[in-house]
């Protein structure tokens, strides 16, 4: 025997009935009321959460938490994520290759800190990766970087996708940029 489903306002009117239904509280921020002038705080004259919160109590009489104006200010700033499209490659065809700056790092041989460059070299396929800190960001060093890389994984990819680094592109370009003439 088949029988047909109720319709959805009568099951709505019996969740409701039976209060099985329990509305979302819609909790909204005590700086809601204050948006457009956070939002002009943050673009014209960029102020910090603490600042924004400080004159909102002083000029403005809030009465809500250095907290709730972070938490604000967070959900302003939110973005839709980045999307990536994946590279399918074979194994050994390719990898790709990042050089940037890490921060300063102690350096043993002179024993101070120093600026600091990591280089990232990752296999396409598996994303087993190689890196390493240096401090400078010579040509040799990034070759050396290289060989070192291609020692540790035992062989040399097909193809290395460089990401515009300055040791090795000397105008970018997205097809075919200009390389050092220690790389052609």
Not at 71 to 87: D, G, S, T, W, Y
Not at 133 to 140: A, L, N, Y
Request: proline share 4%.
């Amino acid at each position: 025997m088949i029988s047909t489903l109720p319709e959805l306002e009568a099951v709505d009117k019996l969740l409701k009935e039976e209060d099985l239904i329990v509305p979302a509280k819609v909790m909204v921020s005590k700086a809601e009321p204050y948006r457009e002038l956070i939002e002009k705080m943050i673009r014209e004259y960029g102020c910090t959460g603490q600042v924004i919160f400080e004159r909102l109590r002083e000029n403005h009489d809030f009465d809500g938490s250095y907290w709730s104006i972070i938490r604000f200010i967070r959900r302003l700033e939110e973005k839709e994520p980045e999307a990536f499209i994946r590279m399918e490659t074979a194994p050994g065809k390719q990898a790709q290759v990042d050089f940037g700056y890490a921060g300063k790092m102690f350096d043993p041989l002179i024993k101070r800190l120093r600026r600091a460059w990591g280089f990232m070299m990752t296999l396409s396929c598996s994303r087993h990766q190689f890196g390493k800190f240096v401090f400078d960001q010579k040509v040799e060093t990034w070759l050396n970087l290289h060989r070192e890389a291609f020692e540790f994984f035992g062989g040399v990819p097909g193809e290395i996708v460089l990401d515009n680094l300055k040791a090795a592109i000397v105008k970018a370009a997205l097809y075919e940029p200009h390389v050092t003439k220690e790389h052609t």
